[in-house]
C-alpha cells in the first residue's frame, strides 16, 4: 500500500482574522507606554496597524488546524505572552530616546550650547521610528509561532498554554512575578515622577510579566512519559492480550510527520489496531481527527516489512473517554461520515474509572473488562471482514 495523501494535515479553519485582530490588539498594548509617551494616542493607533498588516501577511498561509480547539482562557493567556512583541520594542525605543536626549544633551553641554527645543522632537520621531520598525520585524515571525501555539498544525496536540494552567508551581510562580511587577509600576506611579521613568517602568513590567507566558513551547510527546490517558488504555490494552507500542515513529521525518496523529498501535493474533485517545466529543473535531487518522493508519501500514503488510490489516480507532454519545447522534450526518471511514469509534468510561479497573488486584477481571472495551461488537467485526479490514490469518 503507498500513501499519495498530503501531509498536510486536515481539519478545522484557523479564526485568523479574528485572532490577528487580538495579536495586534495585544502587541499595541505592549509598546503603548512608549508610543504614548512619544506621541499619546495616535502611536498606539499606528502601532496596532502596523502590527495587524504584518500579521495577516505574514500568516496568509496558515489556514487549517488539526490540534485540539484552545479554550478561551488559553487565548487570553497566549496574547498576554505575546504582548512580549511589543513591550520589546517599546523598550528598545525608549532606550534609543534616552540616549539621544541625554547623549546630545551632554554633548551640547560639554561645548557650551543648550539644545534647540525642537530637538525634543526629533528625538521622539526618530526613536518612535525605530520602535516601529523592531514591531515590525518581530511580528514578521511571532504572529505565525502564535497562531501555531494556540493553533497547533499537528493533529491531538493541545496548545502549551493549556499545559501551563496545569502546573501549579509555575503558574504560582508566575502570578507572583506578575504581582511584584505591578506593585513597581504603582509604587512608581504614585511617586508622581518624570514620565519617561514611567514609561519604562510600564514597558519592563510588560515584559516580565509576558516572558514566562511568550517562552512556552507545545510539549513533545514521549514513550516515556505518555498522557494519563494514553498511559491507561496501554494497561488497558496490554490486559487485553495486544501487544502495544505508544506513540509509534520511525525515525524518518516524513512518514513520523504523517503517523503522529497515533497515540497507541496494538497487535494481538487475532486483531490490530492504532488509535488516538481524546477528551474532546465535538462531532466536527472527531470528523477531522477520523480523516487524519485513517490516513495516518495507511502511512504506518505502509511502513510494516512486506511479509506483515501481507498479513497484518490495522483497524483505526478512535477512543472517546467521557465522550456523551448524544452530541454525535445530534448530527447524524457527521456520524455516518466517520463511519464510512471504517473509523471505530470506542467510547471509554472517565479517567477515573479506568483508573479503578486498572487497579483492580483481579487479573482476569481487568482483562474481562478490557476486552469489553476494544473489541468490536459483532455487526462491526462483519463490516470490516466485508471490507478486508481484520488481521488475516
Request: proline letters at 7%; aromatic letters at 10%.
Amino acid at each position: 500500500m503507498t500513501v499519495e495523501n498530503s501531509l498536510e494535515p486536515q481539519g478545522r479553519a484557523v479564526p485568523r482574522v479574528q485572532m490577528i485582530v487580538l495579536y495586534a490588539a495585544a502587541a499595541a498594548v505592549g509598546i503603548s507606554p512608549f508610543a504614548y509617551f512619544a506621541v499619546s494616542w495616535l502611536g498606539i493607533v499606528i502601532a496596532f496597524a502596523l502590527a495587524m498588516t504584518t500579521a495577516l501577511l505574514a500568516t496568509r498561509q496558515r489556514r487549517f488546524y488539526a490540534g485540539d480547539p484552545p479554550r478561551p482562557v488559553e487565548a487570553a493567556i497566549a496574547l498576554l505572552g505575546h504582548a512580549m512583541g511589543g513591550a520589546v520594542a517599546g523598550f528598545l525605543g525608549l532606550s534609543f530616546f534616552a540616549a539621544l536626549r541625554y547623549g546630545t544633551g551632554l554633548i551640547l553641554w560639554l561645548v557650551g550650547l543648550s539644545p534647540p527645543g525642537s530637538l525634543f522632537w526629533w528625538y521622539e520621531f526618530v526613536s518612535l521610528a525605530l520602535a516601529l520598525f523592531l514591531l515590525f520585524a518581530i511580528t514578521l515571525n511571532d504572529a505565525a509561532e502564535f497562531l501555531d501555539k494556540v493553533y497547533p498544525a499537528v493533529p491531538r496536540r493541545g496548545s502549551p498554554f493549556a499545559e501551563f494552567l496545569f502546573q501549579p508551581k509555575q503558574f504560582r510562580a508566575w502570578l507572583s512575578k506578575t504581582g511584584i511587577a505591578a506593585g513597581i509600576v504603582v509604587a512608581i506611579v504614585l511617586t508622581r515622577t518624570d514620565s519617561l521613568l514611567i514609561a519604562f517602568a510600564l514597558e519592563v513590567s510588560l515584559i516580565l510579566i509576558a516572558v514566562d507566558l511568550w517562552e512556552l513551547k507545545s510539549p513533545e510527546r514521549s514513550a516515556s512519559s505518555p498522557e494519563p490517558s494514553v498511559a491507561l488504555m496501554q494497561q488497558l490494552l496490554q490486559a487485553a492480550g495486544y501487544q502495544v507500542r505508544i506513540y509509534p515513529a520511525t525515525g524518518r521525518s516524513e512518514p513520523d510527520a504523517l503517523i503522529g496523529v497515533i497515540d497507541f498501535l496494538a497487535i494481538r493474533p487475532d486483531r490490530a489496531m492504532a488509535g488516538c485517545v481524546t477528551v474532546n466529543d465535538d462531532p466536527q473535531y472527531l470528523r477531522a481527527m477520523a480523516a487524519n487518522l485513517q490516513t495516518a493508519v495507511w502511512g504506518l501500514q505502509d511502513q510494516l516489512p512486506p511479509k506483515e503488510r501481507t498479513r497484518i490489516e490495522i483497524e483505526p480507532v478512535i477512543v472517546l473517554v467521557d465522550g456523551s454519545a448524544s452530541r454525535l447522534a445530534d448530527e447524524p450526518a457527521v456520524s455516518a461520515s466517520i463511519d464510512r471511514m471504517y473509523v471505530r469509534l470506542i467510547r471509554s468510561p472517565a479517567l477515573n474509572e479506568l483508573s479503578t479497573i486498572v487497579n483492580d488486584t483481579d487479573a482476569e477481571r481487568i482483562a474481562k473488562a478490557a476486552r469489553e472495551l476494544f473489541d468490536p461488537p459483532l455487526e462491526w467485526n462483519d463490516a470490516l471482514e466485508a471490507t478486508g479490514g481484520l488481521l488475516r490469518p
